[in-house]
């Protein structure tokens, strides 16, 4: 038996067929994509539907089960704003395509954000699958609806009883959380309702006989009526102002530019200079992985964060992960600590130990944020090569 020279051994097909070599080839997985400005807004908020804050509202009875559970649920609110956050970034997807905004997400994406919702959280809340509806919450099935338009939920005939629909309609008048949110804005909100026949939405002329008439869609869903507003319990008081920041969408159109175009000379583009621009520009706030992921573009881009400290050590500034000494700098420094995923950078400068700004000691020498005209200093001192193993000696405040 002979082997012609070149070709694999026969036990190398099975590992050549677990291999991404030959797909790799032609794929566009690394390729760098930009998108430009969004144009239009995420979302639409009726006049009829809009939420006050800090509500002070009675439970219904028939809510309670469902307020009360949420109430018993450790950080819920924090855990629901995530969890709306993760769901849009999971389908922005921006390390493989670049987007940072809702609008630049297809057709087909933006139907299935509703999905995503409903899944996320599913699983970070562990809720139980219902008898009739998808979850149960205190042994009652109750489902989830998410719309980008406040007011926009689609109701379908399982979730409520009406004799015209047959074996089509819901065993009993269910409850639904109602989810929104706007990237755009920040805001989001979360309410809980009993949907009803009386409390969708019915056409404004009536039919042939002059009896109401039912404002379906062409899935057979209807949207909830105008007036039911106040009888939705918004949960947490109403309308929230603090989505997770999406930080690319929110930040000036020309800053935004800078980082998404910083490349070398004579490259047409480069994940580490980006992230270096990143992290040059956007000081002194948390910088989360869905960022680092959607400017570097590369399957390696937490690296390129990380590496972006030995490049950045030149202009006086440090970039902070979640190990070793760097949370005990952030706390020094006054800045908010970042924990796993998370990056934080400033500038510093180095000042005598009398300063009384936040500071931290580092080989006898103390070091401050700086501010002011040090910012503009085209020569500055440049930053210490922060320790992983010990921890930063901090003056007590």
């Not at 082997?3 to 566009?28: H, W």
């Not at 109430?71 to 924090?78: C, G, I, M, S, V």
């Not at 202009?315 to 995923?341: F, N, T």
Request: with cysteine; glycine share 8%.
């Amino acid at each position: 038996m002979t082997i012609q020279e070149g070709l694999p051994f026969p036990q190398d097909f099975a590992g050549m067929q677990e291999s991404r070599a030959l797909a790799a080839k032609y794929s566009r997985r690394n390729a760098y994509r930009t998108w430009g400005p969004t144009l239009e807004p995420m979302s639409k908020m009726p006049r009829e539907w809009r939420i006050q804050s800090s509500l002070t509202q009675h439970v219904p009875d028939d809510l309670a089960p469902f307020v009360e559970w949420f109430d018993n649920q450790p950080e819920a609110r924090e855990r629901f704003r995530w969890a709306l956050r993760d769901s849009l970034d999971e389908l922005l997807d921006g390390q493989r395509t670049g987007r940072w905004a809702y609008q630049q997400l297809t057709k087909t994406e933006k139907t299935y954000l509703g999905t995503a919702v409903e899944v996320n959280l599913t699983k970070e809340f562990a809720i139980d699958n219902g008898l009739d509806l998808d979850w149960s919450i205190s042994g009652l099935d109750i489902d989830c609806k998410f719309s980008k338009d406040l007011g926009g939920w689609e109701i379908p005939m399982e979730m409520y009883c009406c004799a015209d629909h047959g074996e089509r309609g819901g065993r009993a008048d269910h409850a639904a959380v109602l989810a929104w949110m706007n990237d755009d804005t920040s805001q989001w909100a979360a309410g809980i309702v009993r949907i009803t026949d009386e409390r969708l939405r019915w056409k404004r002329k009536r039919g042939e006989n002059g009896d109401r008439v039912r404002a379906y869609n062409r899935d057979n869903k209807r949207k909830l009526s105008h007036d039911v507003k106040s009888e939705v319990y918004w949960l947490w008081g109403g309308l929230q102002t603090d989505l997770p920041t999406n930080l690319l969408l929110h930040l000036d159109a020309e800053t935004r530019e800078r980082i998404l175009t910083a490349s070398l000379p004579g490259r047409p583009s480069s994940g580490q200079q980006r992230l270096n621009q990143l992290f040059r520009e956007v000081r002194d706030r948390i910088v989360g992985r869905q960022t680092v992921l959607t400017v570097g573009q590369q399957d390696d881009s937490p690296k390129r964060a990380r590496d972006a400290r030995k490049h950045l050590r030149p202009d006086a500034i440090i970039v902070l992960g979640h190990q070793g000494s760097h949370p005990h700098v952030a706390r020094a420094l006054g800045l908010p600590v970042q924990v796993k995923g998370e990056w934080i950078s400033t500038r510093l400068v180095p000042v005598s130990s009398h300063d009384a700004r936040p500071k931290f000691s580092l080989d006898g020498q103390f070091w401050a944020r700086a501010h002011g005209k040090e910012l503009l200093n085209p020569t500055p001192v440049p930053a210490p090569d922060l320790p992983y193993s010990r921890k930063i000696d901090a003056p007590a405040p």
